[in-house]
């Protein structure tokens, strides 16, 4: 599995909390985006957000648009999913992988929103 995400947890609606995801020990990634999907329950999965390597450029959905910011510290990662103001339709498992050719995907990390 090329990456690991990390960072999910349960928190409470208006909340914020950080993802991680880092290219897997021995793996180098060389990508010209990363994205963030994630998969709710009886959902399918969705790409919700990704930055261009080259650029920086950041695009979002409108669900989570002006709440969730993707960033990266280098080019080959690792990249970050700030989440602000989280909602409990925000309640998914998170994954990080190429935007609309996903290669293999990792374990994904929870993120559960309450009231």
């Known amino acids: 599995v090329p990456v690991v995400e990390s960072g999910g947890a349960l928190v409470q609606t208006g909340a914020s909390l950080t993802l991680s995801c880092a290219a897997s020990?021995?793996?180098?990634?060389?990508?010209?985006?990363m994205g963030w999907y994630r998969q709710a329950p009886g959902k399918q999965r969705e790409l919700v957000a990704w930055i261009a390597t080259n650029t920086g450029r950041t695009t979002y959905d409108d669900s989570v648009k002006g709440r969730f910011t993707i960033s990266r510290d280098h080019d080959n990662g690792p990249w970050y999913l700030k989440m602000d103001n989280v909602k409990i339709e925000d309640t998914a498992t998170y994954y990080c992988?190429?935007?609309?050719?996903?290669?293999?995907w990792g374990q994904g990390t929870q993120v559960t929103v309450v009231s």
């Open positions: 020990a021995g793996t180098r990634l060389t990508v010209r985006a």
């Open positions: 992988n190429i935007p609309f050719t996903p290669f293999q």
